[in-house]
């Protein structure tokens, strides 16, 4: 490999490689410390009524892989070059954050949302899902429901969503009746991902309004009263109008291995925010898998996983467009949230150890580089992980970049049939 491809990928690296041991060649999960039989006595609380719904060093690199590999799993080569076998091509979805640019606004910003999700509907993108993040200066995607909203009505195929809302932020019956909503109006295209955090700093979630207090247990019972206004009979004697009978498929989001529990108690499908808090990722799939209870609503389980994203026709171009994520995210870890910045030359070059510990550990689900590396790089993700789906992210600055780097990925499995369901 070229030293210009070395530079330019940075697939599991760092602190992936200590998330877990590995034994006869199959991974296994680091010894899990939390306690279980308390969220499980939770989830019990009543019956959740659902909607229907080994490392080998090679040369001096680590080669990462999860389970054996049967007759059929090599990865096939032509031409020379290595190429993805089937099994290794799923289906890819969109997150965006609604970015506001440096210099722009947030109307602009749901512009250039609108125009990336007609263009990934197109492109044959699954689901285009928007977050829930608040007090954020370069993220307008804040009244989540409302903009999915506005880029289900733009659109006319593609699955649009939350991913996720932040369930600590809100009633139960509030969502049920905001999705509710929506999926009268765009039916069978709605997705509704849950995730725990507040998504904002503690002043900014006090502001919302919601108790502050953590208790493991209140998110379980939150999801288990959200899913029973979706369900056909509710068992609360308060109805979501609209809402009731709607059956709004229901995900689970985490960035730990709490979520990964609760999305298998619960047998719903499970996205891992491994495209910025990739340490527990394996450990998580490993969790949920293991862990996982069939339901009405899932009968197998299906893991989503973030990945980063930043594809041009050069290398070179592809490590300048990815610089303005780099900033971003070293404000916003440095306690300086900003709009997204322009793009800088060298800025990597820049910094010192503690912000580039912080890149490594963000971008170690990441590709950046040629058609070809984010190709073999999305290919070697799913192998290395069994993603059922990938969720692709691309904060760049100029938006007809993003859109190439969003059509780079998406040609990455041309060919393979974007239709499964679940």
């Given at each position: 490999?070229?030293?210009?491809?070395?530079?330019?990928?940075?697939?599991?690296?760092?602190?992936?490689?200590?998330?877990?041991?590995?034994?006869?060649?199959?991974?296994?999960?680091?010894?899990?410390?939390?306690?279980?039989?308390?969220?499980?006595?939770?989830?019990?609380?009543?019956?959740?009524?659902?909607?229907?719904?080994?490392?080998?060093h090679?040369?001096?690199?680590?080669?990462?892989?999860?389970?054996?590999?049967?007759?059929?799993?090599?990865?096939?080569?032509?031409?020379?070059?290595?190429?993805?076998?089937?099994?290794?091509?799923?289906?890819?979805?969109?997150?965006?954050?609604?970015?506001?640019?440096?210099?722009?606004?947030?109307?602009?910003?749901?512009?250039?949302?609108?125009?990336?999700?007609?263009?990934?509907?197109?492109?044959?993108?699954?689901?285009?899902?928007?977050?829930?993040?608040?007090?954020?200066?370069?993220?307008?995607?804040?009244?989540?429901?409302?903009?999915?909203?506005?880029?289900?009505?733009?659109?006319?195929?593609?699955?649009?969503?939350?991913?996720?809302?932040?369930?600590?932020?809100?009633?139960?019956?509030?969502?049920?009746?905001?999705?509710?909503?929506?999926?009268?109006?765009?039916?069978?295209?709605?997705?509704?991902?849950?995730?725990?955090?507040?998504?904002?700093d503690?002043?900014?979630?006090?502001?919302?309004?919601?108790?502050?207090?953590?208790?493991?247990?209140?998110?379980?019972?939150?999801?288990?009263?959200?899913?029973?206004?979706?369900?056909?009979?509710?068992?609360?004697?308060?109805?979501?109008?609209?809402?009731?009978?709607?059956?709004?498929?229901?995900?689970?989001?985490?960035?730990?291995?709490?979520?990964?529990?609760?999305?298998?108690?619960?047998?719903?499908?499970?996205?891992?925010?491994s495209?910025?808090?990739?340490?527990?990722?394996?450990?998580?799939?490993?969790?949920?898998?293991?862990?996982?209870?069939?339901?009405?609503?899932?009968?197998?389980?299906?893991?989503?996983?973030?990945?980063?994203?930043?594809?041009?026709?050069?290398?070179?171009?592809?490590?300048?467009?990815?610089?303005?994520?780099?900033?971003?995210?070293?404000?916003l870890?440095?306690?300086?949230?900003?709009?997204?910045?322009p793009?800088v030359?060298?800025?990597?070059?820049?910094?010192?150890?503690?912000?580039r510990?912080?890149?490594?550990?963000?971008l170690?689900?990441?590709?950046?580089?040629?058609?070809?590396?984010?190709?073999?790089?999305?290919?070697?993700?799913?192998?290395?992980?069994?993603?059922?789906?990938?969720?692709?992210?691309?904060?760049?600055?100029?938006?007809?970049?993003?859109?190439?780097?969003?059509?780079i990925?998406?040609?990455?499995?041309?060919?393979?049939p974007?239709?499964?369901?679940?």
């Amino acid at each position: 490999m070229s030293d210009a491809r070395q530079h330019g990928r940075r697939l599991l690296r760092g602190p992936l490689h200590r998330t877990g041991t590995v034994q006869r060649g199959r991974w296994k999960a680091p010894a899990l410390r939390c306690v279980r039989t308390r969220l499980f006595r939770v989830i019990n609380i009543f019956t959740l009524v659902q909607p229907s719904m080994r490392a080998e060093h090679r040369g001096g690199k680590i080669d990462w892989r999860i389970g054996t590999r049967g007759p059929g799993d090599q990865i096939q080569v032509e031409n020379g070059r290595r190429r993805p076998h089937p099994r290794f091509m799923v289906p890819l979805s969109i997150l965006d954050l609604s970015p506001i640019t440096q210099g722009s606004d947030a109307a602009h910003s749901f512009r250039n949302t609108l125009d990336l999700a007609r263009h990934a509907e197109r492109w044959g993108y699954r689901r285009f899902w928007l977050a829930e993040h608040h007090g954020m200066p370069g993220i307008a995607s804040a009244a989540t429901s409302v903009l999915i909203g506005y880029v289900a009505g733009g659109t006319s195929t593609i699955r649009v969503g939350a991913g996720g809302i932040m369930l600590p932020n809100h009633s139960p019956l509030t969502i049920a009746e905001q999705f509710g909503t929506l999926e009268s109006l765009y039916p069978g295209r709605i997705d509704l991902g849950l995730g725990r955090a507040p998504g904002s700093d503690q002043r900014t979630a006090q502001a919302l309004r919601r108790n502050l207090a953590s208790d493991p247990d209140a998110f379980p019972r939150d999801v288990q009263e959200l899913a029973d206004y979706f369900s056909d009979s509710p068992r609360q004697p308060v109805r979501a109008v609209p809402g009731t009978g709607l059956n709004v498929p229901l995900w689970i989001l985490g960035s730990s291995l709490f979520g990964a529990q609760v999305a298998a108690a619960f047998g719903l499908p499970y996205a891992f925010a491994s495209h910025f808090a990739p340490a527990q990722m394996m450990a998580a799939i490993e969790l949920y898998r293991s862990e996982f209870r069939p339901s009405r609503a899932l009968a197998k389980p299906h893991v989503m996983l973030g990945f980063n994203v930043f594809g041009a026709d050069s290398l070179t171009e592809a490590k300048f467009r990815a610089t303005s994520m780099q900033q971003a995210f070293v404000n916003l870890r440095s306690d300086r949230p900003s709009q997204l910045p322009p793009p800088v030359e060298g800025y990597t070059e820049r910094l010192g150890p503690q912000e580039r510990a912080i890149l490594d550990q963000v971008l170690s689900c990441a590709s950046i580089g040629t058609p070809e590396m984010v190709r073999t790089d999305l290919c070697n993700f799913v192998e290395q992980t069994g993603a059922d789906e990938l969720m692709i992210t691309s904060q760049i600055f100029d938006h007809a970049a993003r859109l190439h780097s969003f059509e780079i990925a998406a040609t990455a499995f041309t060919g393979v049939p974007l239709n499964r369901t679940v």
